[in-house]
């Protein structure tokens, strides 16, 4: 495989880093396994299935016929319907980011012992300046290079010698079996993580920064099965050893300290540093994929020019709503809000909006004036349909199951 090539699933893990393996992913599987220990393990699969689906399609768009998803959405919708689903994009941005960079802030307080909210204007500076001075390339790999870290997750479930009987078991879909709130709950919690509807837009954007064409479509499928494969390998990792370590001793996860003791199991003290820098890592590799996707979105809706491998004085609209973006939601870091509650909240918020973010997407792979033969088969549009009827569902018992005491 050429190197470009190579470097191209690049995409795929930085995806996957921001948009799978995130505070949400890392909240929910810990939360998961705490209470439930691997009778979850199902739902990462489907969704993980889902994601994989959801993500080519998008990439495929943009490399067929030079749209992204949110171009394609405008022209073909036009503006009036196109203004709902990203309105309400706006908002779970603005709540996801500002999770994001308390994911971060958390990691430097377990690193430091200085309280979350005094980083997060230092944290909200350094994703800006990063945003600013880095290129589309720079940012993809180094985040993905970085993210390899998380594969300390996977490890630390191997050494604890799980009861791969019960753990395979887990990947069969059954009923709760206690606290049902809770469970389902937790389960359209972990589906909201991994369906993020930002991951569509990022994604396409991605694409056509790094000049996708129809020769890259095969790469494409590659991409989003290598880079959602692995979020989906180190997510369930995550949750094999909150089952193992947090489940065993009645822990339940209300503050990330304790999300911190799944590494300390089997690595010990060392776990507890690689738990805060994984959890760094990842949440900043959200930050970024984060901002630029509202940069992204607000740019494509406008008609202004865009690109974050173009200089900040060519595009400085884009520039501007990144910023914007960026600043705001450090301001519910810096107020105090507890970034694991709103870590939760935005993941049943996410899944409450799915259905506007998804739905359209379906026509759009179906419309030969973007994808001429490209366009879906019978197997996709089947699976597809599945996974809408699934995003309906999950958007009608997300807030009730919250508020029956699931969140």
């Known amino acids: 495989m050429k190197p470009r090539k190579v470097l191209q699933v690049a995409l795929g893990i930085l995806t996957s880093i921001g948009g799978f393996l995130d505070v949400g992913a890392i909240a929910t599987a810990a939360d998961a396994g705490a209470s439930f220990r691997f009778s979850l393990l199902w739902v990462v699969l489907i969704g993980t299935i889902c994601v994989i689906f959801l993500v080519e399609m998008p990439g495929r768009l943009a490399a067929v016929s ?240 865009w690109g974050e491998s173009k200089r900040p004085v060519e595009a400085t609209r884009f520039t501007m709503a990144y910023t914007l973006s960026i600043a705001a939601s450090s301001l519910l870091m810096v107020i105090g809000i507890d970034p694991l509650k709103l870590t939760l909240f935005s993941m049943a918020l996410t899944a409450v909006m799915l259905p506007l973010v998804v739905t359209p997407l379906l026509v759009i792979m179906n419309d030969r004036h973007y994808l001429g033969e490209h366009t879906n088969g019978w197997f996709t549009n089947t699976v597809v349909g599945l996974i809408i009827g699934l995003t309906f569902v999950m958007a009608l018992v997300a807030i009730p199951l919250e508020y029956l005491g699931g969140g």
């Open 66 to 305: 030079k749209h992204t998803y949110a171009d394609a959405v405008r022209e073909r919708f036009g503006f009036q319907f196109y203004i709902w689903p990203i309105l309400a994009e706006f908002v779970v941005d603005f709540l996801v980011l500002g999770a994001e960079i308390g994911g971060v802030c958390i990691a430097l307080q377990l690193l430091t012992g200085i309280a979350f909210h005094w980083w997060a204007i230092p944290v909200a500076l350094a994703v800006w300046l990063t945003a600013w001075l880095g290129t589309f390339d720079f940012i993809e790999n180094g985040v993905a290079l970085l993210g390899l870290i998380t594969l300390a997750f996977v490890a630390g479930g191997i050494v604890l010698h799980p009861p791969w009987g019960e753990l395979a078991k887990g990947f069969i879909p059954a009923a709760a079996p206690q606290e049902p709130a809770h469970y389902w709950f937790t389960a359209v919690s972990i589906m909201g993580a991994l369906i993020s509807p930002y991951l569509l837009y990022f994604y396409s954007s991605g694409a056509i920064e790094d000049g996708w064409g129809k020769k890259d479509l095969t790469m494409n499928r590659m991409v989003a099965g290598v880079g959602m494969g692995f979020g989906s390998i180190v997510q369930m990792g995550m949750l094999v050893t909150a089952a193992m370590v947090l489940a065993p001793q009645g822990i339940q996860v209300d503050q990330y300290g304790q999300i911190a003791l799944t590494l300390v199991g089997p690595f010990g003290e060392w776990g507890y540093y690689l738990f805060a820098v994984s959890l760094g890592i990842t949440c900043f590799g959200a930050c970024m994929e984060q901002a630029l996707e509202t940069g992204f979105v607000v740019s494509q809706a406008l008609g202004w020019n």
